[in-house]
C-alpha cells in the first residue's frame, strides 16, 4: 500500500521559514517522481517544487516564482523528501500536497489530489500573515 506522510505546516509571519517532509512508502521511490504542490483558495492547483529524477540531486525543478526561495532536496535512505521554505509571503499560503507519480508531474491541475498523479499526500497548511 502506498502512503505520503506529509508534514511541517503551520503558520508563520510573513518573512519566516518552513520545512515541509513527505516521507514515502509502497513504491520504487528512485524510480518515480516527486513532488510539491499547492492550492490556494479559488486558484488553480500548481507545481511548485519537483525531483524529477530521484537519483540525481540535480534533477530538480523548482517554479520561476520560488527560485531562490524554496528548496527541495531528498533523503533516498529514508524515502523521503523536503522542502525548505524561506523568505515565507502572504500569497504563499496555500495548502501543500505532496505527490508522486512515475510518468511525470504536470506544472498544474485544476484540482489537486484528484485522479490526474498516481499518489498523493493528504496536505498540509501553510498559512503567512503578514
Known amino acids: 500500500e502506498v502512503h505520503l506522510v506529509e508534514s511541517g505546516g503551520g503558520s508563520v509571519q510573513a518573512g519566516g521559514s518552513l520545512r515541509l517532509s513527505c516521507t514515502t512508502s509502497?513504491?520504487?521511490?528512485?524510480?518515480?517522481?516527486v513532488g510539491w504542490y499547492r492550492q490556494a483558495p479559488g486558484k488553480e492547483c500548481v507545481l511548485v517544487s519537483a525531483?524529477?529524477?530521484?537519483?540525481?540531486?540535480?534533477?530538480?525543478f523548482v517554479r520561476d516564482s520560488m527560485q531562490g526561495r524554496f528548496t527541495m532536496s531528498q533523503d533516498s535512505a529514508k524515502s523521503t523528501v523536503y522542502l525548505q521554505m524561506n523568505s515565507l509571503k502572504p500569497e504563499d499560503t496555500a495548502v501543500y500536497y505532496c505527490?508522486?507519480?512515475?510518468?511525470?508531474?504536470?506544472?498544474?491541475?485544476?484540482?489537486?489530489?484528484?485522479?490526474?498523479?498516481?499518489?498523493w499526500g493528504q496536505g498540509t497548511q501553510v498559512t503567512v500573515s503578514p
Open positions: 509502497g513504491f520504487t521511490f528512485a524510480a518515480t517522481d
Open positions: 525531483i524529477t529524477d530521484p537519483g540525481d540531486e540535480d534533477g530538480t
Open positions: 505527490a508522486a507519480d512515475d510518468e511525470g508531474l504536470d506544472l498544474a491541475y485544476d484540482t489537486c489530489a484528484q485522479n490526474d498523479v498516481q499518489f
